[in-house]
């Protein structure tokens, strides 16, 4: 025998069973399209970094930590695929194409040669760079005020000319100057001759001493030895990447090194008039927001330059030359 309350009872369980599935239908139909427009808006950025050494490792952290502060973090709605090259041009283009394939919506390529690799493949997709010394010299823009083409950026361009007169003022009896760097790096090149127009108005003689390979900088350091009173470094990422060996040989020969970036006198260079590249990449950070969010692009953003370089001297490499720092330094 059937009983009206259970016909009534079996009607009420169909019923929200219906209600249940249709709920479930709707909320996975909504789940989908939530996802389907996470996965539009997500952002894919390609980080090309030349070298590992503690400045270009700065402003990557730097540009990774600003496009966070503006609400781009990484994993969740922009993917970050960051790529070191471990300073072998080679990689630089292999990275390049692999970020070109991958179809991402940014790059940012840290250091001159990484910017050179991949400007050079792509004309589409906008590019940053960061920790390039003059943009224009470079051939990566047609002019540091206004790019005109897909690329623009950050400058590391440091105050050469003073950083010449520390080097007179802490060692005034110095006659010759060793220029340490990197013959494939135009960056080097440019501040270099910058270096040796402010060292003819000194009235200090000068060597040039190039290195080609990493392998080859203690070699190219020992040749100075006894023709130099002290060794001016520019923010080269070769000598920089190999400082520590430069140290081992101007430590013991008692030179000082005047350096580029203060990154270097954490393997015992002397002294600087350095920028933050912590800070330099942040800066990188706001114009990569920019264009994310469609607001501007690189063809009319100006190259943009840190502003109040620091001095810095290590004073403990300081004691172990004899070198006497100035009262007013």
Known sequence: MIFKGDIIMKKLFIALSIVILFIASCSSKKDNENISLLNSEVKKIGILQ??????LDQANKGFVDGLKEAGYEDGKNVIIDYQNAQGEQANCVTISQKFINDKVDLILAIATPAAQAVANLTKDIPILITAVTDPADSKLVADNKMPGGNVTGTSDLTPVKE????????IPNAKNVGFLYSSSEQN?????????AKANELG?????A????????QQVVQSLVGKVDVIYVPT???VSAGMANVIGVTGPANIPVICGEAAMLNAGGLATYGIDYYELGKLTATQAVKILKGESNPADMPIEYMQNPVLEINTNAANKLGVTIPADL
């Not at 950083?163 to 802490?170: F, I």
Request: no cysteine; charged share 25%; aromatic share 8%.
């Open 188 to 196: 080097s090149k440019f501040q270099i001759d910058i270096a040796k």
């Open 50 to 55: 030349l070298v590992e050494h503690y400045a």
């Open 210 to 217: 190039t290195v080609t390979t990493p392998n080859d900088l």
């Open 204 to 208: 200090l003689s000068y060597v040039d």
């Open 236 to 238: 080269d990422n070769m």
């Open 163 to 170: 950083q010449m007169e520390l080097l007179k003022k802490l």
